[in-house]
């Protein structure tokens, strides 16, 4: 885009009375700053976000629905405060382990703040990566280097994903389970869908 291009879009209107911006002079405004590429990408990034939004919040809106009595919420908010605290203390179990000079509720309560922002990103199957980019950016905040974070990383990864399966085979032997079974389970949770691919 020429300089002269630039100055048109972002030079006030000849017939403005100059009270106050207007929609015009903000996408006057807007181009001049970030260029036609930059409106395009920011447009677009609107055209994916908004409707994720909207499904995201329609989707909690749900879940929220089944939350019928006072009592439910409590025991949602109960269950929810016991799996988050048992994750903080395999993390502080895992700082103690290796010794690491950070401090352990803090250390904990922080990385499991961190995992759990970095599985948010979509990654490999299991957490495996964002797993570890979390613990090695929550323990660079108290100056561990990336060596020794990702040691850490694997060493909790490994002992939270191997405790939920090895709970998760206990429980499902012990109630004498079939994979038919579960599978009609979920399609009864499901409202029917056909779980097989």
């Not at 025991?75 to 993390?91: E, R």
């Not at 700082?95 to 509720?105: Q, Y």
């Not at 599985?119 to 964002?130: E, H, L, Q, Y």
């Not at 405790?163 to 206990?170: A, E, N």
């Amino acid at each position: 885009m020429s300089s002269q291009t630039l100055e048109r879009l972002t030079a006030p209107h000849p017939t403005s009375s100059g009270a106050g911006p207007t929609p015009l002079r903000a996408v006057r405004s807007a181009v001049g700053r970030w260029g036609l590429r930059g409106i395009a990408l920011l447009y677009l990034g609107l055209l994916i976000l908004l409707p994720t939004i909207a499904v995201i919040q329609r989707g909690f809106a749900d879940g929220l629905g089944s939350l019928k009595s006072a009592s439910a919420i409590a025991l949602a908010v109960v269950y929810s405060l016991a799996v988050w605290l048992t994750l903080a203390v395999t993390f502080g179990l895992g700082l103690s382990a290796l010794d690491l000079p950070v401090p352990w509720i803090r250390g904990a309560l922080s990385l499991t703040t961190m995992v759990a922002i970095a599985v948010a990103v979509p990654g490999g199957p299991g957490f495996i990566g964002m797993f570890q980019v979390g613990c090695e950016v929550g323990l660079a905040l108290y100056g561990v280097g990336k060596s020794l974070a990702f040691s850490y990383s694997v060493l909790v990864h490994v002992v939270q994903f191997a405790s939920t399966v090895l709970l998760g085979l206990y429980f499902f032997l012990k109630e004498n389970l079939t994979l038919s079974e579960l599978r009609a389970e979920a399609s009864i949770a499901t409202g029917g869908e056909s779980t097989e691919h």
